[in-house]
T-cell receptor, first 114, second 109 residues
Framework: GQNIDQPTEMTATEGAIVQINCTYQ??????LFWYQQHAGEAPTFLSY????GLEEKGRFSSFLSRSKGYSYLLLKELQMKDSASYLC???????????????FGTGTKLQVIP | DAGITQSPRYKITETGRQVTLMCHQT?????MFWYRQDLGHGLRLIYY???????DKGEVPDGYVVSRSKTENFPLTLESATRSQTSVYFC????????FGEGSRLTVL
């Protein structure tokens, strides 16, 4: 099975940097995704890590350590529009149907304040 | 327009009624998914489909039925709705990165 842990809520100040952590325990690992979800809207893809290290994409970066079962999403130069939930999702081993199952964490609700 | 669309966006129904949520995608993705999202549980997979006429159970399939006669459509049916099925339902497609529909907010009274 898979277990994914993220903080439930975080608050950060506009212009600052915030790090959202995700730890996981899985019976197989084939990559980790981060999604952003604004209130009342659909999740949208932010990043994907399958190898250890940092992936940078503009103001957002995502880090992975497979040996520690740990990832973080780093948001720089925070803007008010970054207020949203951030979902960590782990792709595990193939199930009986051949699908590499993706399991989502419960998400971290980030509030950006002026 | 290209994308993934769900209907209805909002639905109120009564316990015991049958409800069908529709999902349509225009990318020709082979994989399609149905998730439900509830407070404290995150996104949970109900059913998925690897191709037309191929479907498989996810984490929480009980009480739901799916079909996929065409690649672009993946309807989800609640055969006899229960209050515990009140939720936000998301359809998604893709093989790596997932593309989500806007969601269908279902209330079962």
């Amino acid at each position: 099975g898979q277990n994914i842990d993220q903080p439930t809520e975080m608050t950060a100040t506009e212009g600052a940097i915030v790090q959202i952590n995700c730890t996981y325990q899985t019976s197989g690992f084939n990559g980790l995704f981060w999604y952003q979800q604004h209130a009342g809207e659909a999740p949208t893809f932010l990043s994907y890590n399958v190898l250890d290290g940092l992936e940078e994409k503009g103001r957002f970066s995502s880090f992975l350590s497979r040996s520690k079962g740990y990832s973080y999403l780093l948001l720089k130069e925070l803007q008010m529009k970054d207020s949203a939930s951030y979902l960590c999702a782990v792709r595990g081993e193939r199930d009986s149907g051949g699908y590499q199952k993706v399991t989502f964490g419960t998400g971290t609700k980030l509030q950006v304040i002026p | 327009d290209a994308g993934i669309t769900q209907s209805p966006r909002y639905k109120i129904t009564e316990t015991g009624r049958q409800v069908t949520l529709m999902c349509h995608q225009t990318w020709s993705h082979s994989y399609m998914f149905w998730y439900r999202q509830d407070l404290g549980h995150g996104l949970r997979l109900i059913y998925y489909s690897a191709a037309a006429d191929i479907t498989d159970k996810g984490e929480v399939p009980d009480g739901y039925v799916v079909s996929r006669s065409k690649t672009e459509n993946f309807p989800l049916t609640l055969e006899s709705a229960t209050r515990s099925q009140t939720s936000v339902y998301f359809c998604a497609s893709g093989t790596g990165e997932l593309f989500f529909g806007e969601g269908s907010r279902l209330t079962v009274l």
